[in-house]
């Protein structure tokens, strides 16, 4: 056997022998490799599942009789939600809004409760406009368990899972029967109210706490329907009674079918009514009437923000960022209302016990409702861990027209 071919044959199997140490350390690193790219796209996932939107509802009356309410309340809580992702989210995520129409009808306010919590699985309800849709939701977010932060004006009695979240139709009520009585020096009142749960509600505070007031007295009630056109069958009746004060109890666009009634008839009586009557659409519909009979409504601050001092804390903090920022999205005609305060309100307590639960838990954000503070364009809420009306007092002030704008009273 020829030496040299011996030698090159055992200077190959040598060679051979170190190129597969090499492959095989090779592929043993790639391994390492891939076993490291592994568990890090395994952790990565996490992350990620983790930053899946947190999913809140929200049901409104965005069509029907009560458009002119949930509207501006859509508008209010889908920039603030905009504005809070701008800023990162919360607890690191998005938050996204599923947004519901009830067309102002109660049945169709629970067909699409039920479709959020059960098929969305959103972590909250916000809503509603209109108080009929919010008495109607309540049994299936209590069934459902699912935290219901209320912004419209719905009164019951305690329930584990709701919380009125902005001064609720008792609590305003209240307040414009005492300017009526105290502000105003009524002593013979009528009351004019539209025959849905808002005008039922104002009308039964009325008919009970007048007694508070000694020498005052309701001398005529009065309703109608929220779809009339006009009201003078039932003003000419009141006209008649001749008081000296009277409480308008429904909501703008209505209380202006009552002003051109009120106008056609020739009354002079004085008027007043609770925030829910002082809109754009009243502004629109009954905004000269009101200036020229000198209405005085019991209002929201935040009609006549840019009224007060620029300095002023409520307008410095609340009001004038608020009024920005619906002014980038929506353009400068814009006019905010009490219904774009309501929708700031709730998103942001909604907000607050999301923070405060670290957790997008249905349990968790009950419980965390219970004990969130917050101040908001309507006044301050507290939890109110016994019965759940976070608000024991309004912060509405007296307000009139002028000028086709709402302006504070001041005697």
């Excluded at 299936?140 to 902005?166: A, H």
């Excluded at 907000?351 to 503070?373: C, F, H, P, Y």
Aim: hydrophobic share 40%; glycine share 10%; with cysteine.
């Amino acid at each position: 056997m020829n030496s040299d071919l011996v030698c090159t044959d055992k200077h190959e199997k040598k060679e051979g022998g170190f190129r597969m140490k090499r492959i095989g350390s090779f592929l043993s690193a790639l391994l390492v490799v891939c076993l490291v790219l592994s568990v890090v796209c395994t952790v990565g996932s996490r992350p990620s599942e983790a930053a899946e939107p947190i999913k809140i509802g929200v049901v409104l009356s965005i069509t029907g009789w009560g458009g002119f309410i949930g509207t501006p309340e859509k508008e209010a809580m889908v920039a603030v939600a905009e504005e809070v992702n701008r800023r990162g989210g919360v607890l690191g995520r998005q938050i996204e809004l599923f947004i519901e129409d009830d067309q102002s009808n109660p049945t169709t306010a629970v067909i699409a409760t039920t479709k959020l919590v059960r098929d969305l699985k959103v972590c909250m309800v916000l809503g509603p406009s209109i108080t009929d849709s919010g008495m109607a939701m309540i049994p299936t977010l209590e069934k459902e368990e699912v935290p219901f932060p209320v912004s419209g004006p719905v009164i019951t009695s305690y329930k584990k899972w709701v919380f009125n979240v902005t001064p609720n139709d008792i609590i305003n009520s209240s307040q414009v029967l005492d300017y009526a009585v105290n502000g105003l020096g009524g002593k013979r009142i009528a009351v004019m109210h539209d025959t849905a749960k808002f005008g039922m509600t104002g009308w039964k505070v009325f008919e009970d706490e007048i007694k508070k007031y000694p020498g005052a007295s309701i001398v005529i009630e009065e309703e109608f329907a929220t779809t009339d056109t006009t009201v003078v069958p039932q003003l000419s009746k009141i006209k008649a009674a001749n008081p000296d004060v009277m409480i308008i109890q429904s909501p703008g666009a209505q209380a202006g079918v009552v002003a051109k009634s009120y106008k056609q008839l020739g009354m002079k009586v004085m008027v007043t009514g609770p925030p829910g009557v002082a809109s754009p659409e009243f502004l629109k519909i009954a905004g000269p009437i009101a200036e020229e009979y000198g209405w005085i409504i019991i209002g929201d601050r935040i009609l006549v923000g840019d009224k007060l001092p620029a300095n002023e804390p409520y307008r410095k903090n609340i009001y004038d960022p608020f009024k920005k920022l619906i002014k980038n999205k929506y353009g400068e005609s814009k006019m905010l209302s009490v219904f774009h305060a309501v929708g700031h309100d709730a998103i942001y307590i909604g907000i607050a016990a999301l923070q405060m639960a670290g957790s997008d838990a249905r349990a968790a954000i009950r419980d965390a409702l219970e004990k969130v503070k917050y101040e908001g364009m309507l006044g301050n809420f507290a939890g109110a861990k016994d019965d759940h009306r976070g608000f024991s007092k309004s912060t509405a002030i007296p307000i009139i027209v002028k000028g086709n704008e709402y302006v504070p009273y001041y005697k």
